[in-house]
């Protein structure tokens, strides 16, 4: 099992930045893959970013290209966010969710564990 934990999210006026967090624990955290996944009220949870297990390659959603950055930090079993130029259409609760020696797929059904999201709100 892996337990993952978001934190970081919050209220920010459109323009301003926020950095998410996911902490994992349970098993080797640089042996999976980790994504950010993000579910508005009324639609379907849908695809942010991405990252592979060996931290290299990642995948970003058109919506967040240029503004968003996914990193991790392997030593501290830590996944990020950083989020730049907040929009009012980024209001979401923000999962991450992690994919055993995965390559950082789009996909939410490569994903084996996810955490209980957190909200971020963006105010025009």
């Known amino acids: 099992q892996v337990q993952l934990v978001e934190s970081g999210g919050g209220l920010v006026q459109a323009g301003g930045s926020l950095r998410l967090s996911c902490a994992a624990s349970g098993r080797t955290f640089s042996n999976y893959a980790m994504g950010w996944f993000r579910q508005a009220p009324g639609k379907e949870r849908e695809f942010v970013a991405a990252?592979?297990?060996?931290?290299?390659?990642?995948l970003y959603a058109d919506s967040g290209k240029g503004r968003f950055t996914i990193s991790r930090d392997n030593a501290k079993n830590t996944v990020y966010l950083q989020m730049n130029s907040l929009k009012p259409e980024d209001t979401a609760v923000y999962y991450c969710?992690?994919?055993?020696?995965?390559?950082?797929?789009?996909?939410?059904?490569?994903?084996?564990?996810w955490g209980q999201g957190t909200q971020v709100t963006v105010s025009s």
């Open positions: 969710a992690a994919d055993y020696y995965g390559s950082g797929s789009s996909y939410r059904r490569d994903y084996d564990y």
């Open positions: 990252i592979k297990y060996s931290g290299g390659p990642t």
